[in-house]
């Protein structure tokens, strides 16, 4: 009786793992959030209550919600920012064509060769077997040039928008030229990559605010992130927006992978590497970025140099390293395929 019973030390709790449900129903990962009570965003901005492991994260409903928004209006509004450039709507079809002019043109022919060939065994034979551009030397101009967003643009318009257009011609919007569809691909992948990019900065900052305030940073320094109202077919302007999709593919390997094994590199928890979808979404993103431009290579090369660096420094385990280096090796591989084969 005179002695005190003590109590027992209570157990530690470890953190959740990524996809699993955290304190008051919430789940932490890279999918829609599923927050039962309380804020949509974990430890980020308007969440209410901090994440127990920093690295889990998820990215919240509203932000998944708002990509289509932010795709259509980007798309509006690099469209409307181009017709004021050039009077869009008062030219003619030839003179649309002159607005393209150095190496937009050039592109260009390749998207005018899938649209008016009169099969397209002849597209694709006009394209391997080209004496246009180095003549009199016979080339092959997809495994010398970057033009797969042409011929992936001429396909769409002449097997899907053209048809499309003439079975329903009230439902699907009216293009008076073919131009018009290669100018309205690109403004809709500019969307893509402004939605990207404020997917990654709520990934990144943890919360809705951060990607709002990387989206307006974005949008108030538009002259200097990008030059599409004035040059459309730029090789940089199809591939940006898969670039940005492979960086946030790549944040989200690292930060589930270090919160799988209890937060940071030197945790002594299991790891857990991505899954296979992960790995195939990665290999896409980065196979079509190499695709579209042909300088992408190089900035994937230093993103491989920083991912070793950070390795090297012991915040990135050597299971993820041969996992991501595995994705831009296989990426690279279905690169090769389909320009060199």
């Known amino acids: 009786m005179g002695a005190k019973q003590r109590k027992k030390p209570k157990a530690p709790v470890p953190p959740p793992r990524a996809g699993s449900p955290g304190p008051g129903g919430r789940a932490y990962g890279f999918g829609v959030a599923a927050s039962v009570g309380g804020g949509l965003d974990n430890g980020g901005g308007g969440g209410g209550g901090d994440c127990p492991d920093p690295d889990a994260y998820q990215i919240p409903v509203v932000a998944w919600a708002a990509v289509p928004v932010v795709v259509i209006v980007a798309a509006w509004y690099f469209n409307r920012l181009h017709d004021l450039v050039y009077g869009w709507p008062e030219l003619d079809a030839e003179s649309k064509e002159l607005t393209f002019y150095s190496e937009q043109s050039f592109y260009y022919y390749y998207f005018d060769v899938v649209v008016k060939a009169p099969s397209l ?19 092959n101009a997809l495994q010398r040039f970057n033009i797969y967003p042409e011929v992936s643009a001429g396909l769409l318009y002449r097997y899907a928008y053209a048809p499309l257009a003439d ?24 969307g893509v990559q402004l ?37 459309v077919a730029l090789r940089e302007s199809f591939a940006l927006p898969f670039l940005w999709m492979q960086v946030l593919v790549v944040v989200h390997c690292i930060r589930t992978s270090s919160s799988a094994a209890g937060g940071g590199s030197s945790g002594g928890g299991r790891r857990r590497l991505p899954s296979r979808g992960v790995f195939v979404l990665l290999v896409l993103c980065s196979a079509a970025y190499m695709l579209a431009w042909q300088f992408a290579p190089f900035s994937l090369l230093l993103q491989l140099g920083a991912l070793y660096a950070v390795f090297s420094l012991g915040y990135l385990s050597l299971p993820l390293l041969q996992f991501l280096f595995g994705a831009f090796i296989t990426a690279m591989l279905a690169t090769a395929t389909l320009m060199f084969l």
């Open 195 to 231: 939605a990207a990019f404020f997917l990654l900065c709520t990934y990144v900052g943890r919360g809705v605010v951060p990607g709002l305030v990387g989206l307006a940073g974005f949008v108030f320094n538009f002259g200097q992130s990008s030059r599409v109202h004035t040059n």
């Open 121 to 139: 065994g002849a597209a694709f034979g006009a394209m391997v077997r080209d004496t246009r551009w180095e003549s009199p030397d016979t080339i």
């Open 167 to 190: 079975a329903f011609p009230g439902a699907v919007p009216a293009l008076r030229d073919p131009i018009d569809f290669v100018c309205a691909t690109v403004f809709f992948l500019m």
